[in-house]
């Protein structure tokens, strides 16, 4: 190949590192202040004897096939039934990851004659879903619900027929704040419409027993709720809860979940552990409660950050190559803690995301917020 065929590529890399936005893989080390593994299940004993005994039984590491050939296993068959009835949805889909659940979703429930009302801070996966999807779609400035309500209301007397779509998250990724979703159901109803809610990061942490923020909600017929395993629960995939009849729809015409080799089955086993512990260990989220609420006050106190009010907890930097720089000093004082640089948030919004988790303890964050409060003193442009 010659080396004009990767010009373009290289071009391309090229200008994201002059604009501080090259990405690069990065080997975690240091105390976590970045991971997603908030209530420590990840390396928890008990979620490890469970795989341990599930390989002892004799449950494959692989699938095999996909859902519709071979590869549906009794594994994946328990966990939905478990988690259905955890949840309190009608129907459950374990897919294999977050993302693809959310491009499987909304690339096929959402009709040609539908809207899709989003919020303007929605996952790169909602995005994605969209992008493939026929329907028409709109953005909205975020946690706005009186803005969501006159896009569907707009979208009617244009002469919109189909049925609106209402995606937000729960607990956004990188600001921490939390979705009005019992408004956001409510004006569903009122509009003959669909809510959509990823709970990514707030299923094992919030709501009665961790069943997350939209915790009952999920019988409703027009409410779908997807759960990641890659989070709190420690482990790798996502549950999507639906009614009956759109369960059986994305099996049907969903190619996400059609055309990709199933899950792991011992992975399952695993989620089924992970959803086992979080209702019977509620010391976890109550210990990460009081540990967010201490980095908070020590943020506040020492940098005058205001806590978001959850354990993801953003730092504000805004020029990406200084949030960078901090980092860097950061990780090389043991401290694992990144910057979050557009795309992923919008321009001039670079920041440290900082992530709160049972992998730490309150003498660990006291040492990070004093190490950062350096660091950004150090930097000061």
């Known amino acids: 190949m010659s080396s004009s065929a990767l010009a373009r590529y290289e071009a391309t890399l090229a200008g994201l590192k002059r604009r501080s936005q090259l990405r690069e893989l990065t080997p975690h080390q240091g105390f976590d202040f970045t991971s997603n593994d908030y209530l420590g299940l990840a390396n928890a004993p008990r979620l490890k004897a469970a795989i341990v005994a599930a390989l002892v039984s004799c449950v494959p590491t692989g699938a095999g096939g996909s859902r519709l050939l071979r590869g549906n296993h009794a594994e994946h068959e328990a966990l939905e039934t478990e988690a259905a009835a955890f949840f309190g949805a009608e129907k459950v889909l374990y897919f294999g990851s977050g993302f693809t659940a959310n491009v499987a979703l909304f690339s096929s429930l959402p009709q040609r004659d539908d809207l899709i009302v989003h919020d303007a801070l929605i996952h790169a996966s909602t995005h994605d879903g969209i992008t493939a999807s026929k329907a028409e779609a709109v953005s909205v400035p975020h946690n706005q619900v009186d803005v969501f309500d006159q896009a569907i209301r707009h979208w009617r007397q244009a002469g919109g027929k189909g049925h609106p779509w ?46 997350g923020l939209a915790s009952g909600l999920e019988s409703r017929g027009n409410v779908l709720v997807l759960h990641a395993c890659g989070k709190a629960l420690g482990a790798s995939g996502a549950l999507l809860g639906v009614p009956a009849t759109l369960a059986d729809y994305l099996i049907n015409r969903a190619r996400n979940f059609i055309y990709s080799t199933a899950p792991s089955p011992l992975m399952a086993a695993g989620v089924r552990e992970a959803l086992r512990m979080i209702a019977d260990e509620p010391e976890r989220r109550v210990r990460l409660e009081s540990l967010r609420h201490f980095a908070g006050e020590q943020l506040q106190s020492r940098l005058g950050v205001n806590p978001s009010g959850s354990q993801i907890l953003p730092v504000m930097i805004g020029d990406n190559s200084r949030a960078l720089r901090i980092a860097d000093r950061m990780q090389a004082a043991g ?47």
């Open 166 to 211: 209402i995606a937000v998250e729960s607990l956004y990724s990188m600001d921490g704040d939390q979705a009005p979703v019992l408004e956001l159901a409510d004006l569903a109803d009122q509009h003959d419409g669909f809510l959509v809610v990823d709970e990514a990061h707030a299923t094992g942490v919030y709501g009665p027993g961790g069943r």
């Open 335 to 381: 401290f694992d803690v990144r910057a979050i640089r557009p795309p992923t948030v919008p321009e001039r919004t670079a920041r440290l995301r900082i992530s709160i988790t049972l992998n730490v303890d309150e003498g660990q964050i006291a040492a990070m917020v004093e190490r950062l409060a350096a660091a950004i003193e150090e930097e000061r442009p």
